[in-house]
Every structure is written in structure tokens, then in C-alpha cells.
């Protein structure tokens, strides 16, 4: 491990997923996940420990890649991107002990088809989200992008659901369209550039620089509006927001479990990541606030916020339920990315770490209930589940608490740090977006007590001859980890926000 260490730890971060990834090919034993995974948490650890964002040497790295077009492997660690690797590795970490500890479902490590193939797509996306997230070359930035949605089309393709061909068609047809309009647009800044410098350059700050001193005239204006358009379109489908969501539903639905937990806690943090790091300061200058009109996207993120909250309180299929509470929470992020303050910003990154961690909650949760009653749609669930559960039913609750922002919880820190930086800019933008709150307590309440508490008439004969089981000693504890980094995150925000700070 000292090793390790010794090494530049951003370059070994990456590498250990695709090390591990090709081990398990070829000695093709599950335990081999729980050591990768070991691994990349002691060293985000360290990361997180030794983190300055003054003078750090080992918050860069950086070497020739593709000479001839000045194209450079570099990564960089800021406050931002150590908030993203720190939520990958703890999402992956439990998601993977959680898959090594199941034992009695088809999508088990021991009976699942081709087991160490599923694990080393796992690992593949677990590399390409570090690079995803440190990356500060652009053309290494789209690459990572690019490739991280890979893993996730074969997961859905081989393990998904009935639908899973036309749920993998549309979910590739909607980010090859964000991805287009990202790439026209970086290829056309990066071709302004070197018009004007006569030097090629893909370096982040190195373009940052360039478009803050050009941006200002009125015709570079027009023309830069555009390429932020499509820059931000293409992250607001990742994420997604309102109106780009139509292939997140029937994606979680059919994913395998562990594709539906990365992909929301994970891959939709890409769009949110890509907002903060090139929608809202890429091209951020004195006057781009009027210039680019960022209210438009404040008013999508409060539609987002309440539009995902009504729907998710008419779902009685919990992966849906998932999907449209996550638009709802995603709407909150896209408010505060887009309102400009360091307060409102700050909290969007809390926020991105807390709906990461409702995620993989959430989904873990569901995955309880399909395992018994081979069904995800709550109308196939016997009645009185609480009195037959109550662990379970005790952490499903804290759960909820979270997700509608109730004070001690984690989401209550970043919710209120929005809302406060956004009412600096705007009273009314600040009055809508607190509205989601009321939503997110009628649909999380009510979904809650619909499952947990009220009969259902619904409930198929087979589904309920069915029993399910109470969480053994072992899960027990498992998730009570996870409740209590809830709490923590809520109660001890300091902790955590001096990090995140911007």
C-alpha cells in the first residue's frame, strides 16, 4: 500500500478498477471485487485526507498522450472533483459488498450468467467515472464521457429486463444526441482558438482563459451562446432534466440492479458534474449572466423539481418511483448550478454527494422487495408489510425522512443552501423551488405508507403467497452504515462542506 501511495494517487485511482477488472477475467472469483473495491476506498481515503487546494503537487498530473495534437493525460483534483470520486467510491463500495453478500437471487455473483464478465463491466465503468471526473483535458474529458456509458449497454443488453433491446436503443439514442451537440460545439470552440492563437490546445484552463477574454463582443457573444446551449443540453439529458428524461424510467426499471445504482447515483452526476465544471464556469465571465440568460435554466430545474415530484406520487412501481423522486432531487442541483452564488453552488455539490447516497439506498431497498416477490411494481406486494418487516421498515423510513429534507438528514444541508443562495437572486425562483419541498413530502409519505401500511387489494395470489424476510444481522448492519452516513452528513455538515467549499 505504501507503494501506492508513493505513486501519484489520482493516476493509481484510475488504475485500480482496470486492474482489478482484468483480474477477475482471469482468476474469475468474486472476492477479487471486495479487494479493488478495499483498495480504492483506503486510497480516496488518503485522497480526501491529504487534499489541499493550495500547492498540492499531487493534485496534478499530467503527460504527453497524442503529441502531434497537443493532446495530454492530465488530471487535476479540486474541491469539485474530490466530492465526485469520493461518492464513486462510496457507492461502489457498497454496492459491491452488497453483490457479494446475496446469495439467493438470480442476479447472485454464483448463479448470475457469466458472473465475472458483470463485475469487470462494473469496474470498467468505476474506472471511466474517476477519469470522467478528474479529467482537465477536454479532449480526455469527452473520451472518459464517452466510454463510461459503454459498461452500462452491455449490462442492459445481457442481464436487462423483457424490454431491455428498445430500453438500450433509446437510452443510446438520447445521449448519442447530447453527445453530438457537446462534441460540434467543443470542436468548434477548440477551432476558434487555434484560429486565433495559431496554437492547437485542449487544457481546460487554458481554454477557460482564452473564452473569458473573448466572450464579451456581441458577435463572439451570439456565436458562444450557442456552443453553451448545446454543451448544456447535452448535460441536462445525462442528468436528466425536464423535458430530456424520456429514457431514465424504463432505463431503471430494466437495468440489473447494480446498473440502476450506478447509473443514477453515478452517471446521471456526470450532467450535474458537467454543469458546474463547463456550463457555469467554462464559460463564465462578468456580464455572461445576462449574456447567456441562466434564469431559462433555473426555471428548468424548478419544473424538474416539481413536474418529477407529481409523477412520482402516481408510480406504484418503485424503480419509477426512484427515477421521478431522483428528477425531483436533480431539480434542486440544476437551481443551484445555475443561481450563481457560492452558496447555492456549494450546496449543489452537497447535493449531487446526497442524492448519490439516497440512490444507492433507495435502489437497495428495492432490490429487498424484488428479491422476494420477483416484482419491482408495488401492486404485486401482500399488505401490512410493516409489522412483518420492522428493521426494514425503520431504515426504508429514515430513508424517506431524507429524501424530503427533514432537518438532521443529509438532503436538509444541501436543499437549504440552494434555496438561500438562490433567494440572493431571486425571491420568486427561491419561492418555487421551496414549493418541491411540500411535493417531496406528499410523494415520499404517501409512497411509504402505500407500501408499508395500506391494504392492498391489488396484490396478485402468487405475489402474495409470497413472505418476505426481515433483514438478517448481517444487512442489518450493512445498511445501518448507510443510515448513519445519512445522519452524520446532516448533523456534522462542516465536516464535509470545507471540502466542498468553491
Given at each position: 500500500?505504501?507503494?501506492?501511495?508513493?505513486?501519484?494517487p489520482?493516476?493509481?485511482?484510475?488504475?485500480?478498477?482496470?486492474?482489478?477488472?482484468?483480474?477477475?477475467?482471469?482468476?474469475?472469483?468474486?472476492?477479487?471485487?471486495?479487494?479493488?473495491?478495499?483498495f480504492?476506498?483506503?486510497l480516496?481515503?488518503?485522497i480526501w485526507?491529504?487534499?489541499?487546494?493550495?500547492?498540492?503537487?499531487?493534485?496534478?498530473?499530467?503527460?504527453?498522450?497524442?503529441?502531434?495534437?497537443?493532446?495530454?493525460?492530465?488530471?487535476?483534483?479540486?474541491?469539485?472533483?474530490?466530492?465526485?470520486?469520493?461518492l464513486?467510491?462510496?457507492?461502489?463500495?457498497?454496492?459491491?459488498?452488497?453483490?457479494?453478500?446475496?446469495?439467493?437471487?438470480?442476479?447472485?455473483?454464483?448463479?448470475?450468467?457469466?458472473?465475472?464478465?458483470?463485475?469487470?463491466?462494473?469496474?470498467?465503468?468505476?474506472?471511466?467515472?474517476?477519469?470522467?471526473?478528474?479529467?482537465?483535458?477536454?479532449?480526455?474529458?469527452?473520451?472518459?464521457?464517452?466510454?463510461?456509458?459503454?459498461?452500462?449497454?452491455?449490462?442492459?443488453?445481457?442481464?436487462?429486463?423483457?424490454?431491455?433491446?428498445?430500453?438500450?436503443?433509446?437510452?443510446?439514442?438520447?445521449?448519442?444526441?447530447?453527445?453530438?451537440?457537446?462534441l460540434?460545439?467543443?470542436?468548434?470552440?477548440?477551432?476558434?482558438?487555434?484560429?486565433?492563437?495559431?496554437?492547437?490546445?485542449?487544457?481546460?484552463l487554458?481554454?477557460?482563459d482564452?473564452?473569458?477574454?473573448?466572450?464579451?463582443?456581441?458577435?463572439?457573444?451570439?456565436?458562444?451562446?450557442?456552443?453553451?446551449?448545446?454543451?448544456?443540453?447535452?448535460f441536462?439529458?445525462?442528468?436528466?432534466a425536464?423535458?430530456?428524461?424520456?429514457?431514465?424510467?424504463?432505463?431503471?426499471?430494466?437495468?440489473?440492479?447494480?446498473?440502476?445504482?450506478?447509473?443514477?447515483a453515478?452517471?446521471?452526476?456526470?450532467?450535474?458534474?458537467?454543469?458546474?465544471?463547463?456550463?457555469?464556469?467554462?464559460?463564465?465571465?462578468?456580464?455572461?449572466?445576462?449574456?447567456?440568460?441562466y434564469?431559462?435554466?433555473?426555471?428548468?430545474?424548478?419544473?424538474?423539481?416539481?413536474?418529477?415530484?407529481?409523477v412520482?406520487?402516481?408510480?406504484?412501481?418503485?424503480?419509477?418511483?426512484?427515477a421521478?423522486?431522483?428528477?425531483?432531487?436533480?431539480?434542486?442541483?440544476?437551481?443551484?448550478?445555475?443561481?450563481?452564488?457560492?452558496?447555492?453552488?456549494?450546496?449543489?455539490?452537497?447535493q449531487?454527494?446526497?442524492?448519490?447516497i439516497?440512490?444507492l439506498?433507495m435502489?437497495?431497498?428495492?432490490?429487498?422487495?424484488?428479491?422476494?416477490?420477483?416484482?419491482s411494481?408495488?401492486?404485486?406486494?401482500?399488505?401490512?408489510?410493516?409489522?412483518?418487516?420492522?428493521?426494514f421498515?425503520?431504515?426504508?423510513?429514515?430513508?424517506?425522512?431524507?429524501?424530503?429534507?427533514?432537518?438532521?438528514?443529509?438532503?436538509?444541508?444541501?436543499?437549504f443552501?440552494?434555496?438561500?443562495?438562490?433567494?440572493?437572486?431571486?425571491?420568486?425562483?427561491?419561492?418555487?423551488?421551496?414549493?418541491?419541498?411540500?411535493?417531496?413530502?406528499?410523494?415520499?409519505?404517501?409512497?411509504?405508507?402505500?407500501?408499508?401500511?395500506?391494504?392492498?387489494?391489488?396484490?396478485?395470489?402468487?405475489?402474495?403467497?409470497?413472505?418476505?424476510?426481515?433483514?438478517?444481522?448481517?444487512q442489518?448492519?450493512?445498511?445501518t452504515?448507510?443510515?448513519?452516513?445519512?445522519?452524520?452528513?446532516?448533523?456534522f455538515?462542516?465536516?464535509?462542506?470545507?471540502?466542498?467549499?468553491?
Open positions: 500500500m505504501t507503494i501506492l501511495f508513493n505513486l501519484n489520482l493516476l493509481v485511482l484510475v488504475s485500480i478498477p482496470l486492474i482489478f477488472a482484468l483480474l477477475i477475467l482471469l482468476l474469475k472469483h468474486r472476492y477479487i471485487l471486495f479487494i479493488s473495491q478495499l480504492t476506498l483506503l480516496t481515503a488518503y485526507h491529504s487534499f489541499s487546494a493550495i500547492n498540492n503537487n499531487s493534485n496534478i498530473i499530467s503527460f504527453p498522450w497524442i503529441s502531434d495534437f497537443n493532446i495530454n493525460f492530465s488530471l487535476t483534483l479540486d474541491n469539485l472533483s474530490l466530492c465526485m470520486i469520493s464513486t467510491t462510496i457507492v461502489t463500495f457498497f454496492s459491491s459488498i452488497f453483490l457479494i453478500n446475496e446469495k439467493n437471487h438470480h442476479q447472485n455473483f454464483k448463479t448470475i450468467k457469466n458472473p465475472h464478465i458483470y463485475i469487470m463491466l462494473l469496474l470498467l465503468c468505476q474506472s471511466s467515472l474517476y477519469l470522467t471526473f478528474l479529467a482537465s483535458d477536454i479532449f480526455l474529458f469527452y473520451f472518459s464521457w464517452e466510454i463510461t456509458l459503454l459498461p452500462i449497454i452491455f449490462l442492459l443488453l445481457i442481464w436487462g429486463g423483457e424490454k431491455r433491446t428498445q430500453t438500450a436503443l433509446k437510452l443510446f439514442l438520447y445521449t448519442l444526441c447530447g453527445s453530438l451537440c457537446m460540434f460545439a467543443l470542436i468548434f470552440i477548440l477551432v476558434s482558438y487555434y484560429k486565433t492563437t495559431h496554437t492547437i490546445s485542449f487544457d481546460y487554458t481554454i477557460k482564452f473564452l473569458s477574454n473573448t466572450s464579451l463582443s456581441t458577435s463572439s457573444t451570439n456565436t458562444y451562446f450557442w456552443c453553451f446551449l448545446a454543451i448544456t443540453f447535452s441536462l439529458i445525462k442528468i436528466p425536464v423535458p430530456f428524461h424520456g429514457w431514465q424510467a424504463d432505463s431503471y426499471e430494466q437495468l440489473p440492479i447494480h446498473g440502476s445504482i450506478y447509473l443514477s453515478l452517471l446521471a452526476k456526470m450532467g450535474t458534474y458537467g454543469l458546474l465544471r463547463y456550463s457555469a464556469n467554462l464559460f463564465k465571465s462578468e456580464n455572461n449572466y445576462n449574456n447567456y440568460n434564469e431559462i435554466f433555473i426555471i428548468i430545474g424548478i419544473i424538474s423539481i416539481i413536474y418529477g415530484g407529481i412520482a406520487l402516481k408510480q406504484t412501481d418503485i424503480k419509477k418511483f426512484i421521478y423522486s431522483s428528477i425531483s432531487h436533480s431539480g434542486f442541483i440544476i437551481v443551484g448550478v445555475f443561481s450563481l452564488s457560492n452558496i447555492a453552488t456549494t450546496g449543489a455539490i452537497y449531487m454527494f446526497n442524492h448519490a439516497y440512490a439506498t435502489f437497495l431497498i428495492a432490490y429487498h422487495f424484488i428479491i422476494h416477490f420477483h416484482s411494481n408495488t401492486s404485486n406486494f401482500p399488505d401490512g408489510l410493516a409489522s412483518k418487516v420492522p428493521i421498515s425503520i431504515i426504508f423510513f429514515i430513508t424517506m425522512l431524507s429524501s424530503l429534507a427533514i432537518p438532521g438528514t443529509n438532503n436538509f444541508v444541501g436543499e443552501m440552494i434555496l438561500l443562495g438562490t433567494s440572493s437572486k431571486s425571491f420568486y425562483f427561491c419561492a418555487l423551488a421551496a414549493s418541491g419541498v411540500i411535493v417531496s413530502a406528499i410523494y415520499s409519505l404517501n409512497f411509504y405508507k402505500n407500501l408499508m401500511f395500506a391494504s392492498n387489494t391489488n396484490s396478485t395470489t402468487s405475489a402474495s403467497t409470497h413472505t418476505i424476510k426481515d433483514l438478517t444481522a448481517l442489518a448492519i450493512f445498511f452504515v448507510i443510515i448513519l452516513l445519512i445522519i452524520l452528513i446532516g448533523v455538515p462542516n465536516n464535509f462542506l470545507y471540502k466542498f467549499n468553491v
